[in-house]
């Protein structure tokens, strides 16, 4: 008799695009097991159907109700064969129950490598992978000294954070003095030197034996801290067409943090004026909802069963062209467009592929609405970003 394929899922309701997960692995005979903090009933119909079962626990956060979770999963069925969430707010959670589980995947002790951003810059240095000057400081008068050899405007984060949340540019030692007393005590930050130029992803999907089986880029139009600073709309676009230096260090990052049987999301910084990379820092997990369907729009693929048949088989299926640039452009409720939604619908019928309701979590950062299109034409995409966000003058 086969052993039945066993995959537990943290959170497999949050965000809702990732339930498709949860379908896919159902539908390649996989034994697909959730665990999270809601009530049952709160479930989609879909996810319902999805999971063999659900074990709702008092939070998430309470390690011992999650674990005891799992316990009862591993009695009921047998060994545990994969745990994930696929969010990087619970790859620490996702790691621990691995180790205590030994299940495949990273870690408890892999967790400073891929989550701590001074442990990235040492692994980038020890590759010989170019990364900004910069170092975690121990106190206030430590900031002030490393500030002085970095010189202003420096970058100031959480050495361990998700995002760009608590990130500042500070332009000043005024503005220093005043983040310094204002800082979150119970974190440890990392200051770095200011690089011009734009940030630019390389992510995709890993497959057991560490071998990349698909990949895409992310280009942004303003840097995610100027979205929260400034205000400013935000759009997206994954390129059908790659350039190979990012390419081939993204390969090099594969290797250098041994990534395995998962999705990664690597930021580089593209300098200016002389357009080379600079690593800025790893994540592995999927890059943020909703790239995660952008991939699909882009590449006229299924990357959710893409992903089941990797964990279940080793085994990536799709041929990948790459026909079209695919872009996610936010919008504001306060902000008054010259266009309207409906209008747009009608004049880019052809190119439009889904408009958004943005998940509270995310508006600060992807707007209150999210329009998506795709065209195989970048000068359309152009067009299409620039009628977008066309606000009444004088607003």
């Known amino acids: ?35 999270a903090d809601v009530e049952y009933d709160e479930l989609s119909e879909v996810l319902k159907n999805s999971l063999t079962e659900y074990y709702k626990v008092d939070s998430l956060e309470n390690y011992d109700s999650v674990y005891r979770a799992v316990g009862f999963f591993a009695h009921k069925y047998g060994k545990i064969d994969r745990i994930e969430s696929n969010i990087e707010y619970w790859l620490e959670l996702d790691a621990k129950l691995r180790t205590d589980f030994n299940v495949f995947g990273f870690k408890e002790d892999d967790m400073d490598s891929i989550k701590t951003k001074s442990k990235m810059k040492e692994i980038f240095r020890k590759k010989r992978i170019s990364v900004a000057k910069g170092r975690v400081f121990e106190n206030d008068e430590d900031a002030r000294e490393l500030a002085k050899e970095l010189q202003f405007p420096i970058i100031v984060k959480p050495n361990s954070g998700v995002g760009a949340t608590d990130t500042h540019k500070i332009k000043s030692e005024s503005e220093l003095n005043t983040f310094l007393e204002n800082k979150n005590n119970n974190t440890t930050y990392i200051m770095e030197e200011y690089i011009a130029g734009d940030v630019v992803t390389f992510d995709g999907l890993v497959n057991k034996d560490g071998e ?16 929260f600073d400034d205000e400013d709309d935000m759009y997206f676009y994954l390129p059908k067409e790659i350039p190979a230096d990012l390419v081939k260090l993204g390969e090099r990052c594969v290797k250098a943090f041994n990534i395995k049987e998962r999705f990664f999301h690597f930021e580089f910084f593209r300098t200016e004026p002389k357009g080379k990379l600079m690593a800025l820092e790893i994540n592995c997990r999927p890059p943020g909802w909703p790239t995660i369907d952008m991939f699909n729009y882009a590449n006229d693929i299924d990357i959710f069963n893409e992903y089941a ?87």
Not at 3 to 25: C, D, G, V, W
Not at 324 to 329: A, E, G, T
Not at 337 to 354: G, L
Not at 361 to 378: A, D, K, P, V, Y
């Open 1 to 35: 008799m086969t052993k039945q394929f066993n995959f537990i899922m943290i959170s497999p309701h949050f965000p809702k695009n990732y339930e498709t997960f949860a379908l896919r692995l159902k539908e390649n005979g996989i034994n697909v097991l959730g665990i």
């Open 309 to 395: 048949t990797v964990v279940l088989k080793n085994q990536f299926n799709a041929k990948l062209t790459r026909p079209y640039n695919c872009v996610y452009i936010s919008r504001k409720d306060y902000k008054n467009y010259v266009y309207s939604e409906q209008s747009i619908r009608e004049r880019y019928s052809k190119e439009i592929v889904d408009i958004l309701e943005v998940p509270t979590q995310f508006t600060g950062m992807l707007g209150n609405r999210g329009l998506i299109f795709r065209s195989e034409n970048i000068e359309k995409i152009e067009e299409i970003i620039n009628c977008v966000r066309e606000v009444v003058k004088g607003e």
């Open 212 to 227: 990349i089986v698909f990949y895409s880029s992310i280009i942004h139009n303003t840097a995610l801290l100027n979205v």
